[in-house]
């Protein structure tokens, strides 16, 4: 049999579906944001706004009829969170939010005081009196629903606040990062309340926190943020120590 010359359009034609198969077997299309990105999205939203409590478990099932779907996009969202660590799979595909422990937490939060104060500082330039205005409407939400012992409001009101700030820092690798510590710690908020409500020995660190943003002040910004996470999370530490030390441990 004789070769087909390189000039010959039957050969070059071959040649270009053989190099198109060999890209379609390493690659598979894909849409703009498929149905399993958008439920993946829908539950980070719900474990970063604490709207999903640790040990909690997940139905594949009811969680796709409560998104209307059916559990093959809920199944391969599910399984992306489990690698994320915010979601964890026990024996017999027992799905449930993880907890943390006090050491995980103790981490998470070490990086949260580096990171954090990071993102409000780099906010600074962004926010303006519309913005001053929008966070101290979600401060008063959150206040409000604490004395109402209205504690998921409260939660969601505090998570508003934060990356109400941090999501103006124009870092968008940072605010992913600060999504994945608080996809992990968000359910854990829910044992803020009430043993492990927020004390302030002189006054809230969120109006330290708009005082500072009104004086462009990053130095008592950035303090503020780090106090914010140490003196406000003092109870809510002591009391998951607490638990822990009644045997509430990592299974």
């Not at 040649?15 to 993946?40: C, I, N």
């Not at 489990?82 to 595909?93: Q, S, T």
């Not at 939060?109 to 990171?115: A, G, P, Y």
């Amino acid at each position: 049999m004789i070769a087909p010359a390189p000039d010959d359009p039957v050969a070059g034609s071959q040649e270009r579906v053989a190099t198109m198969a060999k890209a379609a077997a390493r690659f598979a299309p894909v849409e703009s944001q498929s149905l399993s990105d958008r439920v993946y999205r829908q539950l980070r939203e719900k474990l970063m706004r604490g709207l999903l409590k640790p040990d909690e478990r997940l139905r594949l099932r009811e969680v796709a009829l409560a998104l209307g779907t059916s559990e093959t996009p809920v199944r391969e969202a599910v399984f992306q969170l489990v690698r994320d660590g915010a979601l964890e799979l026990k024996p017999h595909h027992y799905i449930r939010v993880r907890r943390l422990t006090v050491a995980q937490y103790l981490e998470i939060r070490d990086i949260r005081l580096l990171l954090e104060p990071l993102a409000a500082e780099r906010a600074l330039d962004n926010v303006d009196a519309g913005a001053i205005e929008e966070l101290s409407a979600a401060h008063a939400r959150l206040v409000a629903a604490e004395a109402a012992k209205e504690y998921e409001p409260a939660i969601r009101a505090n998570f508003e606040f934060h990356f109400g700030l941090y999501w103006r820092s124009g870092m968008p690798a940072l605010i992913e990062m600060l999504e994945n510590l608080w996809m992990r710690v968000g359910p854990m908020l829910n044992l803020l309340y009430p043993h492990g409500h927020p004390q302030y020995a002189v006054r809230h660190q969120h109006e330290n926190i708009l005082d500072a943003l009104r004086r462009r002040d990053r130095v008592g910004l950035t303090a503020a943020i780090r106090d914010d996470l140490l003196e406000g999370g003092r109870n809510f530490l002591r009391h998951i120590e607490e638990l822990e030390a009644e045997g509430w441990r990592e299974e």
